[in-house]
């Protein structure tokens, strides 16, 4: 028998193992690592089993997850029972059950572990997503039920967690906000805020509370608990349309207005090939069609875009890669590198930005995904690096190339004839 004083939002979620994926958010202070180590603990005194406990780096284990576990056992008196041993990193228990810890940065190590069937991720929001979908694969057992406990303060909409936890039929994080817990097919939902954590002293919340006046995006994450855009939006005007009533708008925009961009890519990078129109007298762009995939040699990237040789429209493409566009003109496509003077990479931002409203058909995908939230790499001091983003968007440069010489008005030179 254990005595030990939980906090109430944590208690069912203790002693549930109903779910293959267990998915918990939430804000600075909520308790929600505590909950899990003490969950696992209590589950491996029951039940003979090897459980892997993750983070991207491993040397960050030591000082988070490592301890925590150190402290419970203590804090329970099991440290006569059940050991920890420091390196390497593991917790051994009476009945042959053991807590193994990897980091990420290491990914060779995981293909020796065999037989875990259960999973903690922690900060999981820091792992790629390559990296979670390895660890599904390390989740197996002849005969134990399968879990993966998954934890991380919100991020991003952009993160991997929102779009793979989220962006599924049935489940909204403004939902979970709401009801605290849901359990949506194979997996559980928790939210968590300080306020669920009835340890806390007052003083903390407080020191929360007065994030709000200086770093909202922080607010947000560490207070509120809530995905959201981190940093300062490069396109606050994008905005999202069917596709009938982008395309109801495009039909009516001259040809000369109409223009393709593309970005080469192969291994990490894609070849993104964007159609956009441009609203001339509104300073609308409209983005209505895009082509996007990696590890595409060149012939077969031809093949599948063979619309564009059939119907002779121009393209505009990367100019670093002349090797690429002579191959397509050989194939009798009608392509040309776009410009690329020095510092033409901050003014190509700068050209998009100057476009009144940005207005994506539903139907691109990856244009939405790289650029709805979309935003400024910060240095070391917390400034703008102007010419950087959150993620490498090559839907953005493919846009920039179908620009090539053509100019929205700035309205600062607008301004200063008068």
């Keep these: 028998m254990i005595n030990k004083e939980v906090n109430p939002h944590f208690e069912d979620f203790l002693f549930d193992w109903q ?6 958010v939430g804000g600075y202070g909520s308790s929600k690592s ?6 696992l603990i209590l589950k491996l005194l029951q039940e003979k089993r090897t459980a892997l406990v993750v983070r991207e780096v491993y040397e960050t284990i030591r000082e988070s997850c490592f301890s925590l576990f150190e402290e419970i056992i203590e804090d329970l008196e099991l440290d006569g029972r059940i050991k920890l041993v420091t390196s390497p990193m593991q917790i051994r228990f009476p009945n042959g059950s053991k807590i193994i810890f990897k980091g990420m940065d290491k ?8 037989n875990i069937s259960i999973v903690w991720c922690e900060e999981c929001s820091e792992l790629k997503y390559e990296g979670f ?3 599904i ?12 406990i998954l934890s991380t303060n919100p991020v991003g909409k952009s993160n991997w967690t929102y779009k793979h936890f989220f962006k599924v039929p049935g489940i909204n994080d403004e939902d979970l906000y709401k009801q605290r817990t849901m359990r949506i097919g194979n997996t559980f939902y928790h939210h968590s805020l300080a306020d669920d954590n009835l340890f806390l002293p007052y003083s903390y919340i407080e020191q929360l509370d007065e994030i709000k006046a200086y770093d909202p995006d922080l607010y947000r994450i560490a207070r509120q608990g809530r995905f959201g855009v981190n940093g300062i939006i490069v396109l606050p005007q994008f905005e999202v349309q069917p596709h009938e009533n982008v395309m109801q708008a495009v039909h009516g925009i001259p040809g000369n207005y109409k223009r393709s961009g593309f970005d080469f890519g192969f291994e990490t990078s894609f070849n993104a090939l964007i159609r956009v129109a441009i609203d001339h007298e509104k300073k609308w762009l409209y983005i209505y069609w895009e082509y996007y995939k990696n590890r595409m040699t060149d012939d077969k990237t031809a093949l599948e875009i063979a619309e564009f040789k059939e119907s002779r429209e121009l393209i505009r493409a990367d100019s670093a890669e002349p090797k690429t566009i002579q191959y397509f003109r050989q194939q009798g496509f009608r392509i040309q590198g776009a410009r690329k003077p020095p510092g033409s990479r901050v003014q190509n931002i700068k050209k998009v930005k100057r476009f009144k409203k940005i207005i994506c058909s539903d139907v691109c995908k990856h244009v939405i995904d790289e650029l709805k939230e979309l935003t400024y790499k910060v240095d070391k001091d917390g400034n703008i690096i102007e010419d950087e983003f959150s993620i490498d968007p090559h839907t ?5 190339y179908a620009l090539d010489g053509y100019e929205v ?3 600062k030179k607008v301004m200063s004839v008068y």
């Design 137 to 148: 694969g390390r989740l197996r057992h002849p005969f134990l039920s399968l879990h993966m």
């Design 133 to 135: 979908k390895e660890l």
């Design 34 to 39: 505590y909950h899990i180590a003490l969950k």
């Design 19 to 24: 779910s293959k994926f267990q998915f918990l």
């Design 107 to 114: 990914p060779k190590k995981l293909k020796s572990i065999n």
């Design 396 to 400: 953005f440069s493919a846009i920039w």
């Design 409 to 411: 008005s700035d309205l």
